[in-house]
């Protein structure tokens, strides 16, 4: 949170009008003097959003932020803004780049430069063409998590071990180094 807040006097500057809206269940009386000291006004703390609105709260933004520094071990919240269409700025992390191509479905930017990602975000308000591109590259590339096809996998998987138990009993192989040596 702290990076977009730093970053968000630079987006202003090139789009006055930006509104900075966060979701979550936070409390936002711990920001109050960090907005302060940053001179940053007119942000909206939503609050605790229900899992059933927040597609409404995706759709209705011009640009979905993802600062998160690191431990994101995958990152759904992303592919939930893309498949509302939103584009994504996220900061580079394990969980976010394997979900994020940068340039193609959305822009990953160093974590903890608040500078980077505030350009990640002029870069996408600023360049329409840019911005269709990675929606919809990001709309297509959500599809391979829509759930009729995870579950298709999943299936997939317990077939193959179903056929593979059917066949008969599994000779366990041990890697080289792993099995304990007798004697």
């Known amino acids: 949170f702290r990076y977009v807040v730093g970053g968000l006097p630079m987006i202003r500057g090139h789009f006055p009008d930006a509104k900075l809206v966060v ?4 409390d936002p009386s711990r920001y109050e003097r960090f907005l ?3 001179g940053v006004t007119d942000v909206v703390f939503a609050g605790y959003v229900p899992y059933d609105m927040l597609a409404r709260y995706y759709a209705s933004a011009d640009v979905f932020c993802a600062p998160s520094t690191g431990r994101e071990s995958f990152g759904l919240v992303l592919l939930e803004g893309m498949a509302s269409g939103t584009p994504i700025v996220a900061a580079s992390n394990a969980g976010y780049s394997a ?11 160093s974590p903890k430069d608040e500078n980077a990602l505030a350009m990640g975000i ?3 308000l600023a360049d329409t063409e840019f911005r269709r591109r990675i929606v919809a590259n990001g709309l297509e590339h959500v599809q391979q998590f829509a759930w009729p096809v ?3 996998q999943v299936l997939e998987v317990y077939e ?6 059917r066949a008969g009993p599994v000779q366990r ?4 180094g792993i099995a304990g040596r007798r004697g």
């Open 122 to 124: 002029v870069r996408v």
């Open 150 to 152: 995870v579950a298709e």
């Open 23 to 26: 979701v979550g269940s936070g």
């Open 99 to 109: 979900v994020i191509d940068n340039g193609i479905n959305g822009v990953l930017t």
């Open 160 to 165: 193959r071990a179903i056929a593979a138990r």
């Open 36 to 38: 302060e000291q940053n």
């Open 173 to 176: 192989v041990w890697p080289v």
